[in-house]
C-alpha cells in the first residue's frame, strides 16, 4: 500500500434502480481506488455495473429511479455522497471530469463548440467572454483539432466522430481536472480514430498527472493504456489488480474465459473460439452465491451457495472467487 | 426444379459469386421542390471479387468504407449504378419476377442489429417461418411448424419458445433467431453484415462458434462482413480491406495479416488494440492524420493519399491499380506496396 | 443443460427479464394505473350502450312516446329525472334515445376516414416519389377545407331526401381523414426504414406482404389513437349540424334538443342542460380516452 491516500477511492458502494420489474441490484459493493497519475480500467460487458459506477461518481445519476443504498465515495479525502448537493458540484467540477460514448447527445447540438468548452470556465472560474474563449481556443488546440480557432465557432454535427470525441475531452480538461472519467469512449469510433484518441488522452495524463478511470468492454484497449484494471460482472468487481499480472495470469474464472474467449489477429484460424456458456444474468434476478457460477466453467458446489468473499492475492491484487488461488496457480 | 436448371450456365470450376466493377453512387441533391443534383456520394466505386463455393470472403473496413452498401447491392436492395454480378452464371441485376425470387433462395442475409432485425409485433416462429409463407414450394404446409422448430434447434434455441415474442429475448438470441431465418431457405451464400458488432463479448463468441459450425455441416459460403479485424481473421479465408468505396488489398487471409502491403492496411493493423499488455511499446505506431475525404469528392488518383505517409507526386496522378506487387503476390492497390513490420514477430522485414 | 461448442444458453428456457418489453405491454399496465383511463373507458362503454340499447336505459321509447303540451316544460320529478322540454316530451328517454344519432354517426364517420386514411396514408408512405408527391398534395387540398363547413354544404345538398344520418356521416368522414392521413404517413415512413422491412425484402416478400404484415401494424397504434379523439371531434360535429338544422332528420338528436332547448332558456334550464352535458360528457370522454391511451404510448414520456 502506498503512504498517501488515493486520491478517488470508492468504498463499498451499494446502488440500485427501482423498476417496474423490481429492483435491479446494478452495483453490489464496488470498492476501487486510483492515485494520481495512475490509469485504473474498469472492464465488463453491459450489464455489469461498470458505466452506472461512473455516474454515481460523477454525480449524475438519476436518483428516482436509482439509489445509492450505501457506501463512500472519497475524493480527496472528502466523502461525496456525506456533503450537500452544492458542494458536490463544487468539488465534483473542478476535480473530477468525464468524457462520454457518444459526443453527439453529450453536447449541445445549437451552440458552437467554442462557446460549450468556453461557458464551464465561465461558470467555474468566472473568466470573461473573450478570456474564456481564448483558453477554448488554446484546449481545442491542445486537443490537436486542426485549424482550432476557425473550428471553434462549428457547431458539433459539423465535427466528424472523432473530432468530437476531442471537443468533448476539451470540454473536460478545461478546468484541469485531477481525475478524468472517460466512459467507452472510443466505442463508437474507427479502430484508426480510436487508436488517435487513446494516444491523445494517454499524452495528456502523462503531461498533467492526472488519474484516468476507463471505463471499456474491449480487452485490447485495456491491455494497451491501463496500469490497473477492475473486471466488473452482476455489479461487483470480480478481481482487480495490475493489469500485467492478471492478463497473464488471471485468478478469476470470468476474467480467464473471457480472455480465452476472444479472437486474436495476430493468430490464423483455428477452431472454435473457447465461448462463455449462457447469458448475463437479468439484475433483477442475480443468481445467489456468486453471480457468475451458472456460466462458471470450473463451478463447485459451495459457488452457488456462498458469495465468495474478496480474497487477497497480495500486491494489491484481489479476486472475488472461492477458488482464486486455484484459478490463479491454473490448479482449477 | 431440374438439377440442370439450377447450375445455369455454371461451369464445374467457375466460381459461385462473381462481382465485376460494381458501383453504386447515389445523387446529393438540393432543394425541395425542385432537386437539383449537386454531386454524387460514390458508395461504392468499382468492387470486383469472386466467392467460392463453401468458402468465407470477410470485408473489413471502417465506417463510410461502402462495405454496408455493398452488401445491400448483393442482396438487391439497392441497384447498382454499373458493374454486374453473376450467381452460378447468370446475372443477378438482370433478374426479374420468378428468377430474382428464386435467387432469394439462394442468397441471404443476416443484419447487424438484433433489435431492429426483427419485427417486434411477429413471434419468433412467425418470423422464422416467414420464407416459408414467401416461397411455398421450399416447405409444405403441414411440414413448417417442424422446420421452423428444427431451425430454432440448430440455431442453439428452444424449439418451444417458438410463441415467444423478440423482445423476450436477449441480442445474442435474436441473432440467433436472425440466423435461422437465413437459414430457412437453405441458401448456398449468406451474407454476414456485422453480425456480432451489437453483440457483447462474451457473447461473439458463441455466435460466431455457430455461424461457423453452419457453414461446416451446410457448406455455405459466407461474406463476413465487419470492422473487427480479429473476428474477420477468424471466420475468413480470403480478406478484402475497403476504403472509400474501393477494395485496397485483398489475399487468403495470412497475407493480408502477415504480408500487408497497403499502408491503409497497415495503419488498420498497427491500430488494432491487442489484448495483451506485454507487446506495449515493441508494436509499430502508425497513426494516420486527418479524417477519413467525403465519398462525395474523393481525391484524385489515389483516394488513400491524403492520409498516407508514403505518398508521392504519382499518387495524386495515377490511380493505382489493384493488382500482385513485387513485395508480395496478393494484390494490392498502392505505387509503393511495401511489407511493413507491425508487431512482434509478423510481417517480413521491411522492403 | 449443458452447453455444445456453439454455446447452448444454459438456462435457456428462462425469459431474459431486462430485455425490453413490448410497447403494448407497458402500454396497457401504464394505462391499467391511471383513473382517467378507466373514467373515460367506463362513460366510452356507457355511451355506445346507450347508443346500441336504449331499452336498457329508458322504459320509455322516446321515438314513439307521446308528447302532451300540458307537461311543457315541467321540472324533473319522479319518473321523469330530467324533467319535460317545451314541447311536453320527457327529457330523459329523448336523451338517452339521442346518443344512438350522435354515436353512430361518430362511429361510422370515423370508420370511413380510418379506412380512407390508412389507405392514402400507407401508399403515399411506403412508396414515396411521386405517388406520395401526389397524395400530399391531395392531403393539403383537402385539408384546406374546413370540416364543417363542407359537412354542412354537402349535409344541405342531401338534406331533401330522407336518408337518415348517412349524409352526414358521408361527410364528415370524407372531410376529416387527411389529418389521420397524415398520422399513418409519418408512421409508414418511419417503419419502412427499419431492418426488419429490409430483411422481409431479402426474402423476397412483395409490396403487400411488407404492407400489410410489418408495416401496417407497427403504424396501427397512432391510428387508433387519432381516430378516437376524431370520434369525439365528430359527434360534437354532428351536434352542431343537428343544431343548425342541416343534421339528420326525424332522428333524436342532442343537438335538436339543444337547438330547441336554448329558445326557451330563460324559462327553464333543464332542457339545455342535459343533452348539452351528455354530448360534453360523450365527446370529452372520446378526446380523454385518445389523449390518455397516446400518451401511454409515446415512448419519450417514460
New interface residues.
Partial sequence: MTAAPPLLSVEDLFVSFHTRDGVARVINGVSLQVDAGESLAILGESGSGKSVTAQAIMGILDVPPARIDGGRILYQGRDLLAIDERERRAVRGAGIAMVFQDALSALNPVFPVGWQIAESLRVHEGLSKPEAHERAVRLMERVRIPAARARARDYPHQFSGGMRQRVMIAMALALNPRVLIADEPTTALDVTVQAQIMDLLAELQHDTGMALILITHDLGVVASVADRIAVMYAGRIVEHGDVHAIYERPAHPYTRALIESIPRYGRSRGGPLRAIEGLPPSLTRIPPGCPFHPRCPVRQDICSAEVPPDIELGERRVSACHFAREVLNGRL | MAASERTGTMRADEPLLRVENLAKHFPLTRGVLFRRQVGTVKAVDGVSFTLARGETLGIVGESGCGKSTLARLLVRLEEPTAGAAWFEGRNIFEMRGPELRRLRRDLQMVMQDPYTSLNPRMTVGDIVGEPFEIHPEVAPKGSRRARVQALLERVGLNPEHISRYPHQFSGGQRQRIGIARALALNPKVIICDEPVSALDVSIQAQVINLLEELQADLGLAYIFIAHDLSVVRHISDRVAVMYLGRFVETGVEEAIYERATHPYTQALLSAVPVPDPKVRGTRRVIRLEGDVPSPADPPSGCRFRTRCWKAQEICALEEPALMPRDADPHPSACHFAETLEIAEGSGAQEG | MS???????????M?????????SRDAW?ELKRRPIFWLAAALVVLMVLMAAFPGLFSAVDARTAPCSLADSLRPPGPGHPFGFDKQGCDIYSRVIYGARSSVLVGVFSTLITGIVALVIGMLAGYFGGWVDAVLARGIDIVLGIPPLLGAIVVAKALSGQDLGIWPVVLALGLLGWPTAARVIRSSVIAARH???V????????GHL?IML??IL??AMAPLVVVLTILLGQFIAYEATLSFLGVGPRNVISWGVDIAEAQRWIREASYPLLFPAGFLTATVLAFIMLGDVVRDAFDPRLK
Fill in positions: 452447453s455444445t461448442g456453439a454455446g447452448l444458453p444454459v438456462a435457456d428456457d425469459l431474459v427479464a431486462e430485455a425490453p418489453r413490448s410497447l399496465d427499419q431492418e426488419y429490409s430483411a422481409a425484402r431479402v426474402l423476397g416478400a406482404r404484415r410489418h401494424p407497427n
